[in-house]
């Protein structure tokens, strides 16, 4: 492993230095003799007699402009635009120069037109902020879905769950012809919606959610917006799709999308109903809590209700959808309606009913002060959902500085589980009846009371219930209570309840300098309410409710605080200071003993921004926080949060002090032939909460506990780089994070822990535009774990996709992976390979498919985890083989 990562971190430096070595940078202003920065100047460098362009590029809106070039010796760089006389310079290009800076000023011109020059249109054209990106020119016959068109786009990739990005930045939302109705939920849109009637993508950057905060905040995010053509406009269009297993049984999926995009109003329709392991919402969470670190008027974002208990589990390093036995049914229904050009009116409707099933085998060794055990679990796990979400936004421009934004949510879910779990031989049956109620209510207002200067004013208010009933049929804890001997089950009812009331003033002032000054005084008051009783039956008869196992707590913080930040801009460098003070008044009620604390912190943090030239840009920042604990951080008694899982908090209030330092390093921009961008973090937690377990083999019991002194170290390394002579673009990513932390096992002294994970892979993806393309990659991840003993083990995954356009109505797709389990002596090596077969009966109307899934059948596979207290092996079950008649009719 180390050798491989050697060799890894080697060819690694070898590109940088082929690339900085090999490559020479000419750049530069072009303005007119009026000091007007000029924009799409055509700028040629040519060898000497002209016969040959070398490089070639055009200025941006702000008038600069970048070539690259491997060559050496003499040359010609000219530049030329419509109106204004061309110029001509002669240079030289050597190795041991790597960056020449040519400004020039153009003279304007007039003459006699003689002819009309019709150009082609630019695949990419840069206006500004905004990047537009022609649809047409990356659209393929098999593009089912938005996501699989953005997956062409240079610079934005899609990960495997859905996630999109531009660079390494994960996107704010996709809109839709300006529109957005789904935020950080955007999976449910580019899951499902076809791409044939865009015309453009349009990748925004510097963007701001508030349009009045445009230019004014210091903004680094991202959005996507999808155009539409103009005959898709304000008329109904959509897709119709029907798959129905041909071989397996009782497979199926259909889905619906339709959308109108009128002058007033706007609606999209959506539905998917399937039970091929698909899943088409992503995240649900993003839908319900959009939640944006940092964002203006984002006050209550990251207020969510603590569940005791979860019987929802991961499928590892593993494709989701491998493991997903799924029956599931969605319908959203979405609308905007303009009654007025001051007056926009957002509906939301989500429905989502799902039952999913899951099946795992597990071999757990326990290794700990001298304690040696081994447990075996056989789950068979049903969770059964339901949610209905809406969401109201309205928002009224009283004028073109003024604008009021209102968003109601209501959510209601209901959820059921269930396991069937035979642990080391004794049948058990777990049930867990929850439900979760939301609303939620914020009204913000935008005052921009002149051309530099917004005022913000936010309300928000949040009601959060989530009841939970839980039961298990057997008894593993009679050496936790000898003198009951008749008890044969267990339940756990809780009830976890949140309240939310916050109001924030922020006040943003761009100095004419550049410079910009921001204040924030609030108020957020959260009260926590945490109920559990746990109780031991004979049958349907409670024989016993442990006093140490009952919680009534009730938590409240009242957080007053001011935020001040200034960013000092000193022409490519800017400096960010920032300083909070917070005046907490908490106030915790445990089983009717009161206490309460009135402690005052401040957070400071300070950072640059250096953009060194065109394609190096640096960044740094330090901080120092203080944060406070929260409710599952403070309750006094054992909750059960498992079979055989007690857990409770401190008992009392506490403050955590942190440190942190992050630097990120870019080496070109993310739309160039190359780029790569380096990120390194080191936080220090002064104090942290960790635990004081005792682990027997039938029960573990862990109390929280606060230490001193835990470091996390991390480093990541993406590299992208365009072939231009194979038409392919090949990504590297290395990663490497250290942790170290300290706990108590089984009354031992403190155990020191250090956890070590490295991950390195590279993909490559072809762009031809023929018949034939590919797309393959590998990724390794080790993991170790190093305390009283040591442990590591190595995963590697592979995969080869290929694609075959023949003509406009016939293609095929196929897919394959492969995966391998390190520290597994049998069964470690998985391959898979899925088909996708379409031809068009009628353009653009109905095509007709055959899908497979699994073609090898793979019907289960194991793999292998460490921790700090032993490993453990686990088996899944895998979706059978399947493969599916399909049938897309687009309307």
């Not at 310079?89 to 400004?103: A, D, G, L, S, V």
């Not at 604990?629 to 079979?643: E, K, S």
């Not at 289960?860 to 490993?871: L, M, W, Y």
């Amino acid at each position: 492993m180390k050798i491989q990562l050697k060799i890894s971190f080697f060819l690694l430096l070898i590109l940088f230095n082929l690339k900085i070595l090999g490559q020479s940078v000419i750049n530069g202003t072009v303005k007119s003799t009026k000091n007007q920065k000029l924009n799409n100047v055509n700028i040629l460098l040519s060898n000497l007699t002209k016969t040959r362009v070398v490089a070639y590029n055009f200025s941006d809106d702000k008038g600069n402009y970048i070539l690259e070039t491997n060559k050496t010796g003499n040359f010609i760089l000219s530049f030329s635009a419509l109106g204004y006389k061309k110029v001509e310079t002669p240079i030289t290009i050597t190795k041991e120069i790597k960056i020449i800076t040519k400004n020039v000023t153009l003279e304007e011109e007039t003459f006699e037109l003689t002819e009309v020059i019709i150009e082609a249109e630019k695949t990419i054209k840069i206006k500004k902020d905004t990047i537009e990106v022609k649809v047409n020119k990356f659209l393929k016959p098999n593009d089912a879905t938005v996501e699989d068109l953005l997956k062409k786009i240079p610079g934005v990739t899609v990960d495997i769950e859905g996630t999109i990005k531009v660079g390494n930045q994960e996107i704010e939302k996709l809109m839709v012809d300006g529109d957005d109705f789904f935020e950080r939920g955007y999976k449910i849109l580019s899951k499902n919606m076809p791409p044939d009637q865009l015309e453009k993508i349009q990748i925004l950057q510097k963007y701001s959610n508030n349009r009045l905060l445009k230019d004014i905040e210091e903004s680094d995010k991202v959005a996507l917006n999808l155009v539409l053509k103009e005959d898709a406009k304000r008329q109904w269009f959509g897709n119709f799709s029907v798959n129905y297993g041909i071989i397996s049984e009782n497979r199926y999926e259909l889905k619906t999308y339709a959308m109108n995009f009128g002058k007033k109003n706007k609606y999209i329709l959506l539905s998917n109903f399937n039970n091929l392991g698909y899943d088409a919402t992503g995240d649900i969470n993003h839908l319900i809590r959009p939640f944006r670190f940092g964002e203006p008027a984002s006050i209550g974002d990251n207020q969510q209700v603590n569940s005791m208990l979860n019987l929802r589990f991961g499928q590892g390093n593993f494709k989701k959808s491998r493991t997903n036995f799924n029956n599931t049914e969605l319908v959203s229904l979405n609308a905007i309606f303009n009654p007025t050009k001051k007056l926009k009116i957002k509906t939301l409707g989500f429905f989502n009913w799902d039952e999913n099933d899951f099946f795992k085998n597990s071999t757990q060794n326990f290794t700990a002060k001298n304690t040696n055990f081994t447990n075996s679990e056989d789950y068979t796990i049903r969770n059964t959902k339901r949610i209905a979400f809406g969401k109201l936004d309205v928002t009224c421009n009283f004028s073109s500085t003024q604008m009021l934004e209102a968003t109601t949510k209501y959510n209601n879910g209901d959820f059921f589980d269930s396991t069937n779990l035979l642990f080391n031989g004794n049948s058990t049956i777990e049930s867990l009846k929850h439900q979760n109620t939301l609303f939620d209510q914020k009204i913000n207002y935008t005052n921009k009371f002149t051309n530099k200067k917004v005022f913000l004013l936010t309300g928000r208010f949040i009601d959060e219930k989530a009841p939970q009933s839980y039961r298990i049929n057997q008894f593993f804890y009679a050496d936790l209570f000898p003198n009951l001997t008749n008890v044969d089950n267990v339940q756990q009812q809780s009830e976890d309840q949140l309240l939310f009331v916050g109001v924030n003033a922020h006040l943003f002032d761009r100095k004419e300098n550049d410079n910009l000054f921001e204040l924030q005084i609030g108020n957020e008051f959260r009260r926590d309410k945490l109920i559990s009783e746990f109780s031991l039956l004979d049958d349907e008869s409670v024989l016993d409710n442990p006093v140490d196992y009952q919680n009534n707590t009730t938590y409240s913080v009242n957080d007053l605080y001011i935020k001040t930040k200034y960013l000092l801009a000193l022409n490519k460098f800017k400096l960010v200071g920032n300083l909070e003070v917070h005046q907490l008044f908490n106030h915790l009620k445990t089983n009717e003993i009161a206490e309460n604390q009135n402690p005052l912190f401040f957070n400071p943090s300070l950072g640059f921004d250096w953009k060194i030239n065109y394609i190096n840009k640096l960044t740094a920042s330090y901080s120092h926080n203080t944060s406070n604990a929260g409710i599952l951080d403070v309750y006094q008694n054992f909750t059960l949060t498992g079979f055989r899982n007690f857990s409770k908090g401190t008992g009392t209030f506490n403050q955590l002090d942190a440190s942190s330092f992050t630097v990120n390093y870019q080496l070109g921009n993310w739309s160039d032939r190359f780029f790569a961008n380096t990120f390194f973090i080191y936080n220090k937690n002064h104090d942290f909460f960790s635990t004081n377990s005792i682990i027997n083999q039938n029960y573990s019991q862990s109390e929280k506990i606060l230490i001193k002194d835990r470091e996390f170290v991390s480093v990541n390394t993406n590299i992208d780089n365009y072939f231009k002579f194979i038409s392919s673009n090949l990504k590297l990513n290395l990663g490497y994070s250290k942790s170290q932390f300290k706990n108590i096992i089984n009354s031992s002294n403190l155990r020191n822990i250090t956890s070590l994970n490295y991950n390195y892979g590279f993909e490559l993806r072809s762009g031809f535009s023929g018949v034939f393309n590919y797309h393959f990659g590998t990724k390794w991840i080790t993991s170790e774990i190093k305390t009283t003993f040591n442990n590591s083990f190595t995963d590697n995954n592979s995969f080869l996709d290929l694609s075959f356009i023949f003509n406009d109505n016939f293609d095929i797709e196929l897919k394959s992976e492969r995966y391998y389990f390190g520290n597994l002596q049998n069964d470690n090596t998985y391959y898979f390979v899925d088909l996708d077969i379409r031809y068009k009966l009628f353009k653009n109307k109905m095509t007709l498919g055959i899908v497979g899934k699994n073609l090898t059948n793979t019907e289960k596979f194991r793999n292998f985890s460490i921790s700090d207290i032993g490993s453990s092996n686990v088996e899944y079950r895998l979706l059978p083989r399947f493969v599916l008649l399909k049938l897309d009719y687009r309307f």
